[in-house]
């Protein structure tokens, strides 16, 4: 499924317009990534379907493949899904 078939289903579930519908997920998905940016330990839950998690990773030494020098990685923030019970036993 795609954005533009989201947007349709969303809509069609919601008995509202596609642009109300598409309107809503683009909200949805900048609260997401906003809350993300926040850093380390921030959160979004969703009871019954799940959670999005910003999880830090500290540098580290690893391997070029291309050279077998040894370097360091960057620290970096990511985000993390976390499935509910609920959606994990569908």
């Known amino acids: 499924m795609n954005k533009k078939e989201l947007v ?4 069609a579930h919601t008995d509202s317009t ?4 598409g309107e ?5 998905c900048e609260v997401v990534v906003s809350e993300m940016k926040k850093g380390d330990g921030s959160t979004v839950a969703i009871p019954g379907f799940g959670q999005f998690v910003a999880k ?3 540098s580290r030494e690893m391997r070029n493949p291309a050279t077998g020098k040894m ?3 960057k620290a ?3 985000a993390q899904f976390k499935a509910s019970a609920g959606l994990k036993d569908l």
């Open 8 to 11: 349709s289903a969303i809509a």
């Open 18 to 21: 596609q642009s109300a519908a």
């Open 24 to 28: 809503f997920l683009n909200a949805f």
């Open 56 to 58: 830090h990773r500290a």
């Open 71 to 73: 370097m360091m990685s």
């Open 76 to 78: 970096k923030t990511s």
